[in-house]
């Protein structure tokens, strides 16, 4: 027998072996990482793990530290344990900030709902022109805050910015009000900037909801004669619950841990008239230079911030 016949009928013979042994025959792969997909695993995830590791859990351990110390940021510093925090019940400046930044929430949290999920109706239809103003209703926030409150620096001032001149024209005002030098006033502005500013965020997320909606829903409650207010509290808003629900805790936590905006257009003045909690914690840290008292302030704001996104979680959670 030749050569070839022996190889072929070796295979035969490997193959039949294989077959009366009920095995199928094993095929082997050249890339070996693929028989272990427990390494292969590890190894995708280690850099995320690496990164939270470096830049959450560090600092984070790190900050709590320096909680129970009076360090300066420049100097030496002691150990003072617990006193950074039982020092919060009489300190009077973070409590006013902390009413503060509940007054600024409880001011911005409705409008930015409600403009949003207007924004959101307005362009929701697949219309001639519902992409350009779904361009333009997210633009602000494409924008950023930071821009938005530098050109409201020049926008707002007396006499010259385009605020007071429209209102002049209006009648309104005489164009000479000095917005950020007026505690009301000033915090009136930042509201109505951070509603127009962020609103585009919320539209974002309501419209990915309506878009879920079905359209026999709609056309059925049509037929029966509701109207299109009925359209919306009884089809729309139900259906679209976790957009709203996460509209809502999105926009709570943004304003409790607001600061840009403060900090280009009033720097908390006039006083203390517009310092938020974060405000508050920055000048206590790097005006101050007491960033162990500052230190023990933000891991009280992040305690609190977390348990008032579990209780909105809690509360707008779906019930069956």
Known sequence: ???????????????TGAAASGRAPTRRTSLGTLTHRERTGFLLVLPAVVMVVAFVLLPLVLAVGISFTNWPLIGDYDWVGLANFTAIASDTAFQQAVGYTLLYTAIVTGPILVVGYLMAVVVRANRRGSTALRTLFFLPYVIGLSTLSFLLVLEAQPGSGAVNLVLEALGITDG????????????????????WGVSGLTMLLLVAG?????????????MDGASWWQRELRITIPMIRRPIAMSLIISVIGSFLAFTQFFILTQGGPGTATTPVVLNIYNRAFVQLQVG????LSLVLVLVVGLITAAQFWLLRERD
């Open 1 to 15: 027998m030749s050569a070839p016949a022996q190889s072929a009928g070796t295979g035969a013979s490997a193959t």
């Open 176 to 195: 000479q009000t000095a917005w950020l030098v007026d505690g009301p006033l000033a915090t009136g502005l930042i509201c109505v900037l951070v509603v």
């Open 210 to 222: 309506m878009q879920g909606v079905p359209r026999e829903a709609y056309e059925s409650a049509e």
């Open 293 to 296: 008292a500052a230190t023990a």
